[in-house]
């Protein structure tokens, strides 16, 4: 370890440099296993936050789902699963399947969300599904839906751009007044001297 700092001559790069470095190596490493988990579960998208009452109550709003890719003929009746949908293109749909059928070709899942009087209309297609659901968890889904509010988004970067910058802005004025202090020290040490 030691000799890679002396590589990157490490101790001579200034701190808001190595809090930056630390940033992006924590990003890359987010996204690359984000990456590594979308291969894993065959998904593009294998996390999805629940954004209404639809299925309540198995799932209520802010529920973060984890998605698997199933193959067509593994989406069984009672399964829930995230579609694309021509009636709601606002995000993705998260209902129950209710029914499957093979016609032409093709399986067709008629959902409902648990919480709707009536089935969805009209059916959707393997096409179209995102994932089935293979895990739930609550309440983590809400820091997204917060992310998502209006102002929400600048203000944390703000604030992790001050977090970052005012410890170096800080440690620079602490090594002025050390300085400052020393001068001092020294003149009044010659004048005693004399």
């Known amino acids: 370890?030691?000799?890679?700092?002396?590589?990157?001559?490490?101790?001579?790069?200034?701190?808001?440099?190595?809090?930056?470095?630390?940033v992006l190596l924590i990003i890359g490493g987010t996204f690359g296993a984000f990456g590594l988990f979308t291969i894993g579960m065959g998904t593009s998208t294998p996390l999805v936050v629940v954004t209404s009452g639809s299925m309540s109550p198995t799932l209520e709003r802010g529920h973060l789902l984890v998605l698997q890719r199933q193959s067509p003929e593994n989406i069984e009746?009672?399964?829930?699963?995230?579609?694309?949908?021509?009636?709601?293109?606002?995000a993705p749909v998260v209902h129950r399947v209710i029914e499957r059928e093979y016609v032409d070709g093709e399986y067709?899942?008629?959902?409902?969300?648990?919480?709707?009087?009536?089935?969805?209309?009209?059916?959707?297609?393997?096409?179209?599904?995102?994932?089935?659901v293979v895990s739930a968890?609550?309440?983590?889904?809400?820091?997204?839906?917060?992310?998502?509010?209006p102002g929400v988004l600048p203000l944390i970067i703000l604030v992790l751009i001050v977090i970052i910058i005012l410890p170096d802005v800080v440690s620079k004025k602490d090594s002025g007044n050390d300085k400052r202090e020393d001068v001092e020290t020294e003149e009044s040490t010659e004048e005693l001297n004399t």
């Open 1 to 22: 370890m030691e000799r890679v700092r002396q590589t990157l001559r490490w101790r001579q790069w200034p701190e808001i440099a190595k809090t930056g470095f630390f």
């Open 77 to 90: 009746v009672d399964d829930i699963i995230v579609f694309q949908a021509s009636w709601h293109t606002e």
């Open 108 to 132: 067709r899942y008629t959902t409902k969300g648990d919480n709707n009087q009536l089935p969805d209309h009209p059916y959707t297609v393997y096409e179209d599904i995102v994932g089935v």
């Open 137 to 149: 968890i609550p309440y983590i889904g809400y820091i997204t839906l917060i992310l998502q509010e």
